[in-house]
């Protein structure tokens, strides 16, 4: 599931998928509306959320982080009394939301009503603000991640560097993803996932130009959505992706392993926003409801991500012992939150991505 492709497409180009029509989700005018993501919310907290608050859900999920931003860009299309006064995205989108004004800040006097707002660590509390105003509230996150087939390689992959060994060769699947794949040869060559102003540093970049030419001689193919049916198909041994996905592929191959690279990896996290010009006292209700500790542990033991929560001491121990979701300190240590880059910046992170591509670079 893409979740990073749009952190390199240009604002102008977004803009225009602003006026698709899509189908209202909604046709209860006396509740709580929220868009969210598949799988994210169990099913039985919405139900708890309703006997404790005595305020009425109707919930619509979404199958892709894509879907759920085309439906916020629709916000405006749809009829105030069945547009949803909450939506989930990606934080990869947040950026361009607040830049199309889509949403709206969360206040100081709503973040009153977040409580467990101020409980969050300060890693998710800067990722949502910018200039001093909060935009979202995250309540649930993961990482970028190697699958791979431990009946095919006769190795254990742990770092970025395994990516590039022979038995690998046309045997490896990376997201059709300028930032993930980059970032992931600037983590190898030690650097961070997202460094600024690449061709002015002639001896990295040189460096990295070769690393990604050669890891791209390694690549069957490139995909953001079907990496895993490849790898389970036998067409790959190794895919990189996103942990969110992996969890549901190791279920139905026990062959498959995941691993959070030693060197360090991205972080990804989805959001609560709320669209612009919505009432959002209920909502607020809702957004700390999935912080409490006891919901904290449900995200986080149903559902294939972690809670953005501090507050996780009723996550079964069978759970925390998962490698995939609570790996070491050590390695979140060296893990980074991608953010923005400046215009030039990108400029070139796409310049490099179109010659990799195309078989230029």
């Known amino acids: 599931m893409d979740r990073r492709k749009f952190l390199v497409v240009s604002g102008a180009a977004i803009a225009t998928l602003g006026g698709c029509q899509l189908s209202n989700p909604f046709d209860q005018r006396d509740r709580l509306r929220i868009l969210g993501m598949l799988g994210a919310i169990p099913s039985k907290v919405i139900n708890q959320f309703e006997s404790a608050s005595k305020i009425k859900i109707e919930f619509k999920a979404e199958n892709a982080p894509s879907k759920l931003w085309q439906e916020l860009q629709n916000y405006p299309n749809v009829a105030k009394e069945k547009a949803p006064h909450l939506i989930s995205i990606g934080d990869s989108w947040l950026d361009q939301a607040i830049a199309n004004s889509l949403i709206q800040p969360i206040t100081p006097d709503l973040l009153e009503k977040i409580p467990k707002w101020q409980k969050l660590s300060p890693l998710w509390q800067q990722s949502v603000t910018r200039n001093n105003q909060v935009w979202g509230i995250p309540y649930r996150w993961?990482?970028?991640?190697?699958?791979?087939?431990?009946?095919?390689?006769?190795?254990?992959?742990?770092?970025?560097?395994?990516?590039?060994?022979?038995?690998?060769?046309?045997?490896?699947?990376?997201?059709?993803?300028?930032?993930?794949?980059?970032?992931?040869?600037?983590?190898?060559?030690?650097?961070?996932?997202?460094?600024?102003?690449?061709?002015?540093?002639?001896?990295?970049?040189?460096?990295?130009t070769q690393e990604l030419k050669s890891l791209n001689s390694q690549v069957?193919?490139?995909?953001?959505?079907?990496?895993?049916?490849?790898?389970?198909?036998?067409?790959?041994?190794?895919?990189?992706?996103?942990?969110?996905?992996?969890?549901?592929?190791?279920?139905?191959?026990?062959?498959?392993?995941?691993?959070?690279?030693?060197?360090?990896?991205?972080?990804?996290?989805?959001?609560?926003?709320?669209?612009?010009?919505?009432?959002?006292?209920?909502?607020?209700?809702?957004?700390?409801?999935?912080?409490?500790?006891?919901?904290?542990?449900?995200?986080?033991?149903?559902?294939?991500?972690?809670?953005?929560?501090?507050?996780?001491?009723?996550?079964?121990?069978?759970?925390?012992?998962?490698?995939?979701?609570?790996?070491s300190q050590d390695i979140l240590a060296k893990s980074e939150l991608i953010a923005p880059l400046s215009p030039s910046t990108l400029t070139q992170y796409k310049d490099l991505w179109t010659k990799l591509r195309s078989g230029t670079i």
């Open 142 to 208: 993961g990482a970028t991640a190697i699958a791979y087939r431990s009946d095919k390689l006769k190795f254990k992959i742990t770092q970025w560097s395994d990516l590039w060994r022979p038995e690998l060769k046309l045997k490896l699947s990376l997201p059709d993803d300028a930032r993930e794949v980059i970032g992931l040869v600037l983590k190898k060559m030690g650097q961070s996932y997202q460094l600024e102003n690449l061709v002015e540093r002639q001896d990295v970049f040189a460096t990295l």
């Open 220 to 327: 069957l193919t490139y995909s953001s959505d079907n990496y895993l049916q490849s790898l389970l198909a036998d067409d790959t041994f190794a895919a990189v992706g996103w942990t969110s996905d992996m969890h549901k592929a190791q279920r139905q191959n026990p062959n498959l392993r995941v691993v959070i690279p030693q060197d360090g990896t991205s972080l990804w996290s989805d959001l609560w926003v709320i669209p612009k010009g919505e009432a959002a006292i209920a909502a607020t209700e809702w957004m700390n409801f999935c912080l409490t500790p006891e919901i904290a542990a449900q995200i986080t033991s149903l559902s294939e991500a972690v809670s953005a929560s501090s507050e996780l001491d009723q996550v079964p121990a069978s759970v925390k012992a998962d490698p995939i979701k609570f790996f």
